[in-house]
């Protein structure tokens, strides 16, 4: 198997979005997890896109792509003492904090290298994204962030903090989301809470919406524009003055990524009395390759990149590795194919390879940017 990436396609995506933001001030910092190939990264860099991390480890991409620590925002709901040293050392551009043990960590660390480390506060709105429960991360109920009164003590608490400076504000309700509505209440909470902190005299420089906006996987799919995402997010944000800085990773890479798998058998299916005939198109990619369907139930297009003559076929796409749930699509119509022909899975630019393991010791599909 072979995950193929458009350039062009990403260029656009890329371009797309931040004129959308007009001239409101604004960074996009590119979120690393949902592609972390360094051709892809070292792209987003060139497009004059910084760099949004969840891990130590995407913090080293993002080095090894070119990226300057302070065009660096370092996320995750659980960062290592390690990993906080490490973005601490660099002076990154901030680091949006989960909890007020966090914030003791970062400040302890700060105080130890006789630096001050620059701090932004994650808030969970209690805002439901409206997508995939699994992707859905400003509930209350969610791991993510703390509740508005929780981050207003943390920022109080962290001016207390010779080492450490509040930089922003910080939320992201989710990934897939494909409604105005739960991204401009999300603003709407971020934006009153930084005006009221102003209020109290704490100095602000940004306020960061997070990612989240969703891709139309399936023909036909409702999603939202580039425009619209702006005009939900930006009234409120403009209320405050605040540079906006945006995590997209989906919306850019995900359409502009191809898995190619070639079809290595293919069996009849047992149906009952007057059901259809219906086959297993056995394909060499699975879920070590793409996970998504497998771990969501989620849909690519898949279609075939030699079509045959002839009557198109119920099939289910199926993959090599040992596990029922191993499926890339079921019930799709596809012309005829034989072994040996190629299958194109559509919109797997994002949470594809970067998820992809070793289970059965396979080894990880082949990349290529063209």
């Known amino acids: 198997p072979v995950y193929v990436y458009d350039g062009d396609l990403l260029r656009a ?64 709901v659980g960062k290592s003492r390690a ?44 805002v439901d994204a409206e997508s995939h429960p699994h992707i859905s991360t400003g509930l209350r109920s969610n791991k993510f962030g703390m509740s508005v009164d929780a981050a207003r003590a943390m920022v109080r608490d962290i001016g207390t903090h010779p080492s450490l400076k509040i930089v922003g504000l910080h939320a992201h309700i989710g990934s897939q ?26 100095p602000l420089s940004h306020i960061d919406i997070g990612g989240g906006l969703g891709i139309a996987y399936q ?24 540079t906006l800085v945006l995590e997209p990773g989906r919306w850019i890479v995900g359409p502009a990524g191809t898995l190619v ?9 047992v149906v009952g009395a007057g059901e259809p005939p219906r086959w297993f198109v056995i394909a060499d990619a699975g879920m070590t390759d793409l996970i998504r369907p497998a ?11 030699q079509p045959r003559p002839g009557t198109a076929r119920l099939c289910d796409i199926v993959g090599p590795v040992c596990e029922t749930t191993d499926t890339l699509g079921s019930g799709r119509l596809l012309p005829p194919v034989e072994v040996g022909d190629l299958l194109a899975v559509r919109d797997a630019g994002a949470y594809g390879a970067v998820m992809a393991s070793n289970y059965n010791r396979r080894t990880a599909p082949a990349e290529v940017l063209v």
Not at 182 to 191: F, K, N, Q, V
Request: with cysteine.
């Open 13 to 76: 995506q890329c371009r797309a979005l931040s004129a959308a933001c007009g001239d409101y001030p604004h960074a996009m910092h590119y979120a690393i997890k949902a592609n972390a190939t360094l051709a892809v990264v070292r792209l987003m860099r060139e497009e004059g896109a910084a760099a949004d991390a969840n891990s130590g480890g995407e913090i080293e991409v993002a080095l090894r792509a070119g990226y300057a620590p302070d065009q660096i925002v370092f996320t995750g």
């Open 219 to 242: 023909t036909g799919q409702a999603v939202i524009s580039p425009q619209d995402y702006a005009a939900a997010i930006l009234p409120p944000i403009r209320r405050t003055g605040l």
């Open 261 to 269: 798998t070639s079809v290595v058998d293919l069996k009849t299916q």
């Open 177 to 202: 989301i494909t409604k105005t509505a739960p991204l401009s209440r999300a603003a709407e909470t971020l934006a009153d809470l930084a005006l009221s902190l102003r209020a109290e005299g704490v």
């Open 83 to 126: 990993e906080l040293a490490r973005a601490v050392s660099l002076g990154v551009k901030a680091i949006n904090a989960e909890s007020p043990g966090e914030v003791e960590r970062i400040a302890a660390i700060a105080a130890g290298l006789g630096t001050v480390a620059r701090v932004a506060v994650r808030i969970n709105p209690d």
């Open 295 to 305: 771990l969501y139930g989620a849909w690519h297009e898949i279609e075939a990149l």
